[in-house]
């Protein structure tokens, strides 16, 4: 049997005196918690230790005496050694030191009253704790629910320490009825200001929720529910990311307590990225409104659109003649061309029209930074597929074209084979077809089959136009989704008080002499960076569903739409 | 207390071997790998920049010399870093658990703790690692749903991979340890 005991370094110089702590069930563990220094009346430690009990739902005992030996304190240590019979025990312990050793001699008593066989004697393992960060720190995994605490024995040592924290609370001025040495602050600090937000949140708490409730039954309204609305609401990356931000500061001011770890870290992390995305939209602010730069911004942005007009035009041209030798259909190539041609000059006379009030708009738009970066960048986005309207039209002619005469092409294939597609038993089955029939498909197959490489043609292009946007949205989006799931505060946490998120611990051994109980040091090993991502992600739906590589080319080979690849699910066509 | 001897790891490579009495029930076996070798370092910096010398001597662009510098800067502080393991340590307390601790050429170093009551056994375990086949030294733990079987296996020096005559030893004390906090 090798009994463990869990010493707080804190203790390692403490008076003489009785040590409370708790046997952990099960274990050959004591954990050492404080040390109650003499003069005490037995009674009142009975007394104080049952209302801790019942207060921390801990089971605190007396475990056994603490001496550290001084000049003239003889007759202490054989009182303390005749305590073991005022308390209720099982074991008692009799630690002592000798102030020249470093190491503790350990005694047990068993309860029949004489000490164990003398093989037991250096079977006792003495792990030395940081009573602060061991309180502190919490263990991962996180098990929210109590009953598997007891399961692991570090788990029930964290449990117990972290429990016991009202014991802790007393500090070295506090005149209790006990004398007792444990981690304490140097009493406890107090700031008028952190005092006045401590009252003032609760309030400003509810009033937000209040605002809150108010701006969701606003969007809840029958109004803002129909169709058009709706749909176009769903698209615009603006408004996704305000319910996002909706759904962040309800979650964080609700004025509900945090109960749980997972919960505490989720508001944190929340209100943390929520203040450092409106910090940085402020920054972007500051750095826009000043030297003019919205008007430089505006005049540089009509050309801009200009010029990508002009050179589509110039595309279409090339692509109306002879493009890279290739010979086309003369005709559908002349068609398509101007039908292409004509969008553009109602494109380049919309921005034409637009171009006197671009500035003013950028400067109302410009505003929306001061609700986060993570606004602005999504107000960027949503102008961005605005302006490159056109080319979205264009390609989904293109898409719709060709989707159609592939879709002519796979039926009449099936003709030519004498072959049918069955709707009813969704199957290919056999058909015996007319000769008009057969003449009429295949030569509409022959037409379909020739015309095929000038829409396919004008598809791919206007297919890789459509991707370059679509990689454009996506990185904005992606920085997006990034600036929302960070976990700021637990990496802030991991980084300035590593403690606080363990993955474990570690030990080393501190000292050892021969016949002296083994002295061991639990250091806590912080959680790795990549884990605290993992497990302290802030849920988005943004990187949830998207499509692969394959399915992507699957689609664009058969002409379905792609539209910027989050929202698929809401998408059908 | 200390006792080293000399061992080889799987490539025929000196390896090292000491093991650290602290009490019966608490043993710390260390192994260390040979360490980095100047020559192997001076040849790959000498091979990059030769190349990097190469490309800059035809394409006139001295962005390649100093792009050329910075990856070989960088490639050795990631390789001391995150690559080179110096020492292996494996501590066996009994009845308390078993720690794993990796350090590496820089100084980081990487530890974990296994509780007893989630160790099942250690042994000895055959693999097939590119053409041949090794003994490793692992942990086998236990399943928390199934308490008969087991759940995972924990590989015990995986980087320096020591031979078999090694590991029988490291083998032999572990066993002792565990025999003695289930006895009891």
Known sequence: MVLKIFFPRCCNMADSGLLVGRWIPGQDTAVVLAVVHYPFIPGQVKKYLSDLRSQIQVDLTVLGSWSLSKDGQKEMDSFLKDLSTIFPHSRWLQL????????????????????????????????????????????????????????????????????????????????????????????????????????????????????????????????????????????????????????????????????????????????VSFFVDIALGLLLISWLYRENRISQLANTLVPAADHVAKELQE????????????????????????????????????????????????????LSACLGLTFALSVLSDIVALLTFHIYCFYVYGARLYCLKIYGLTSLWRLFRGKKWNVLRQRVDSCSYDLDQLFLGTLLFTILLFLLPTTALYYLVFTLLRLLVVMFQGLIHLSVDFINSFPLFAMGLRICRPYRLAEGVKFCVLHEEPGAPLHLLMEINPLQCSTVLQCYRIETSGCSSRDSWLTLCKKLFVGELIYPWRQKSTKTD | MAENEEFTDIRGKPIKLSCQDYSPFCREFTVSSAKLSLVRVMVFTCIVWLLAYAAFYLTQNTAVLSSAIFVTLCGMLLHVHFMKVDHETLLVVGSLGVQLSSTYASGRESTSFIEMSRIKDIVINEAIYMQTIIYYLCILLKDPAEPEGVGSVVPLFQSSKPRLNCLVRVYKSCQEILGQTERS
């Open chain 1, 96 to 271: 002592s030191r000798e102030p020249g050793k470093r190491g503790f001699a350990c005694e047990v008593v068993c309860k029949n009253g004489h000490a164990p066989a003398s093989d037991e004697e250096d079977k006792i393992i003495f792990v030395h704790y940081d009573q602060r960060k061991v309180m502190l720190s919490q263990l991962h995994p996180v098990l929210e629910n109590g009953a598997d605490v007891e399961s692991s024995e570090l788990r029930a040592v964290f449990h117990t320490v972290s429990r016991s924290e009202p014991l802790f609370l007393l500090d070295k001025y506090d005149d209790g009825p006990l004398k007792l040495t444990h981690w304490q602050s140097d009493g406890r600090e107090a700031s008028i200001i952190m005092e006045l937000v401590k009252q003032a949140s609760v309030p400003i708490c509810m009033l937000l929720t209040m605002l809150v409730c108010w701006w969701k039954w606003l969007w809840s309204l029958r109004l803002l529910n129909i169709w058009p609305v709706c749909f176009i609401s769903s698209k615009l990356s603006t408004c996704v990311q305000a319910g996002y931000r909706t759904d962040h500061f309800q979650t964080v001011f609700s004025t509900r307590k945090a109960t749980t770890h997972m919960d505490f870290m989720r508001k944190a992390n929340m209100f």
């Open chain 1, 315 to 366: 595309l279409l041209e090339w692509l109306m003649g002879a493009p890279a030798g290739l010979k086309m259909n003369r005709a559908l190539d002349e068609v398509l061309g101007r039908f292409f041609l004509y969008h553009i000059h109602l494109w380049i006379s919309y921005i034409r029209l637009m171009s006197p009030f671009i500035e003013m708009i950028l400067w109302y738009v410009g």
